[in-house]
């Protein structure tokens, strides 16, 4: 005779179960901002607008490098140098080139991201673009979601326990949400967003900084817990 060890997944009348989920919602402060800058270049030839767009391009470089620590990452994404045909005529005319470079910044101090921010979008054709406010993958306020996530699936399992006149016995399993065979909860996006758009050009005074408020993360956790419980008092 052979015996069957496979665990009850719903338990016994001598060893029930429990199962619930825990849940945390948390509201803090962003800990990284990012922006995006764009560079723009036009000219009749394509040297000409080649040798603009490497001039702009290297002053906002130099002027992120020269903010030091709070610029955390520059990164230069998608250039481009491409031809603008006429629109009249037979042939294949080139009226001009326009010349295109992407940068992101990443920042950890919000007011020299005002600055900085106002500063480059007064410049010749650059466009900024964001903030997007954001935590860092690394951030203590996912540990603290996650541990109250279990502490609040504790606390339920022990309140339906207590209704039946029972009490938790020992934790069977513990997972995240999606772990199992469980549908994942579509999340909110990782950073808030507010855009900021300009094309900066001409000799006039220098712009104020942007008082810029950061936008508070919304942190999330779920867990999936199982318990056994002494047997019910009905």
């Given amino acids: 005779m052979t015996l069957d060890t496979a665990p009850q997944p719903y338990g016994t009348p ?13 509201e803090v402060d962003p800990e990284i901002a990012r922006i995006g800058i764009t560079v723009s270049a036009r000219g009749t030839d394509r040297r000409t607008a080649l ?3 490497t001039r702009r391009n290297n002053t906002v470089l130099d002027l992120i490098k ?3 620590d709070p610029v955390e990452k520059i990164e230069t ?5 491409t031809p603008e045909l006429t629109r009249h005529g037979r042939g294949e ?6 010349g295109r470079v992407h940068i992101t910044a990443e920042l950890n101090d919000f007011t020299t991201l005002g600055e900085l921010t106002t500063r480059l979008a007064d410049l010749e054709l650059t466009r900024v673009d964001g903030p997007w406010w ?3 993958p690394d951030s203590p306020a996912h540990g603290q979601a996650r541990r109250q996530a279990v502490l609040e699936a504790v606390q339920r399992a022990r309140e339906y326990a207590e209704a039946l006149g029972a009490r938790l016995a020992a934790l069977v399993e513990l997972a995240d ?8 909860v579509a999340m909110a996006a990782p950073a808030g967003m507010m855009r900021s758009m300009a094309y900066g050009g001409g000799e006039e005074a220098a712009a104020p900084p942007l008082d810029l408020e950061p936008q508070r993360q919304t942190v999330y956790a779920q867990v999936n817990a199982r318990f056994t419980m002494t047997p019910p008092q009905l």
């Fill in 177 to 184: 949400l999606g772990a199992e065979n469980a549908t994942p």
């Fill in 14 to 26: 001598e060893v029930p179960r429990v199962a619930v989920r825990g849940e945390a919602r948390l």
């Fill in 51 to 53: 040798e603009d767009l």
């Fill in 66 to 68: 020269s903010y030091g």
């Fill in 134 to 136: 954001a935590l860092r």
């Fill in 77 to 81: 994404g998608a250039f481009s140098i």
């Fill in 93 to 98: 005319r080139i009226r001009a080139y326009h």
